[in-house]
């Protein structure tokens, strides 16, 4: 048990998770990050929970939790008051009055490496994992400089410290070759080096670096600010989207070569209960190596797999009509599952998340009380369950 001296800031523990599910990524709908409480206050318990229910808020309240982690906001739909006795302000109420912070991560972790649907595909065992749709790679720019030699060391801090030359965990990355400059001053040049009308041959370093799209002004700026030549020859080339992209919406893998009925069987058995169960559409001893699933309500997305490799899509909330239109394509099986239950499985994957980061620091529970909104299924005593 940690010691109150020990315990992280919230602010701490929010840049944590932002970190991992940065907020710039949810959607512009969307409501997410901290909803509720003090950054400077201490975190000494976390709960981990898919809603924001009048129900969790009392169970974080009644654990000690200081914060309350969720994945669907509280205030998705605008308010305009938050009195308890309204339902979002009981909830509200519940935690502030309890000492209990808010933080959302919705759509931001949807997408991400850790996320809602990658952590879904790793519970069902599927393996070499993509996005069905790659998110698209932040824009970057190549720059190339042409320096003397002895400024090259003070041309690279200079576009290093603006922003250029990150590359992953790395930065300060840049390259380097050498060659001869040459190059005559005319009439009215103010030349650093050489003289008005005669050619000169300079010994010069080739730097380049990549640059992210959003601070090539600033790059350009301090490129010539360092560069020791009234007029500096360098190239600003934009670069293409490799595709190679980890994030992205949904997944798709691959598992050991089974039936529809009995890849269902695994979902059922691997997923928290749920009055929702299971639904299946396809025959049962379809042949299944190829799975693509999306966390949370997933039928826009139907069009993109129709004509994929998928054998199955498994997602949440599939109406009617587009699942039936779906099936004349001759397209994948489909597994629907509880919302909930399907966005459960990001919640010990978070919890396993914060442990690695924050040791013993802080008691970390993931919140096993079924929120979803169905609470049982009605049966006919003649014809049994359908």
Not at 39 to 56: H, N, Q
Request: overall charge negative.
């Amino acid at each position: 048990m940690s010691t109150r001296a020990d315990r992280p800031t919230l602010a701490e523990v929010v840049d944590l998770l932002h970190g991992w599910y940065p907020p710039a990524t949810a959607g512009s709908w969307d409501a997410v990050g901290l909803a509720a409480g003090d950054p400077a206050a201490g975190v000494g318990r976390v709960l981990l929970a898919v809603d924001p229910t009048l129900e969790v808020a009392q169970e974080a309240v009644a654990w000690g939790a200081d914060l309350l982690v969720t994945h669907h906001p509280l205030f998705l739909s605008a308010v305009h008051g938050v009195a308890a006795t309204t339902p979002k302000g009981r909830t509200l109420h519940a935690l502030t009055t309890g000492g209990c912070a808010l933080l959302t991560a919705h759509t931001n972790a949807d997408q991400a490496v850790g996320g809602v649907s990658e952590s879904l595909a790793l519970a069902l065992g599927l393996r070499d994992l993509v996005p069905i749709l790659p998110a698209p790679a932040p824009p970057v720019d190549k720059i190339t400089v042409h320096v003397p030699v002895e400024h090259a060391e003070a041309v690279r801090v200079a576009l290093a410290e603006a922003g250029a030359g990150t590359i992953g965990d790395y930065d300060s990355c840049t390259f380097t070759t050498t060659g001869e400059g040459r190059f005559r001053p005319l009439a009215g040049a103010s030349p650093t080096i050489g003289t008005v009308g005669d050619l000169e041959v300079v010994p010069e370093a080739r730097v380049e670096a990549v640059v992210p799209r959003s601070r090539r002004t600033a790059v350009v700026r301090a490129l010539l600010a360092a560069h020791p030549y009234e007029e500096p020859a360098f190239d600003l080339v934009e670069t293409a989207d490799a595709g190679l992209a980890t994030t992205g919406t949904g997944r798709v893998g691959s598992v050991e070569p089974t039936t529809l009925r009995a890849f269902a069987e695994h979902v059922a058995s691997v997923l928290p209960a749920t009055a929702h169960g299971v639904r299946v559409s396809g025959d049962p001893d379809r042949p299944v190596r190829r799975v693509a699933l999306c966390g949370g309500a997933g039928d826009f997305l139907l069009d993109r797999l129709a004509g994929s490799d998928a054998d199955v899509y498994l997602t949440s909330d599939l109406r009617h009509h587009r699942a039936a239109e779906f099936r004349e394509h001759d397209g994948p099986a489909l597994v629907d599952v509880a919302h909930w239950a399907a966005e459960w499985t990001w919640l010990p994957v978070v919890q396993a998340r914060l442990r690695e980061a924050l040791g013993d620091r802080v008691e970390t529970r993931v919140s096993t009380r079924c929120t979803d909104p169905w609470d049982f299924r009605a049966t006919s005593p003649d014809r049994g369950e359908r």
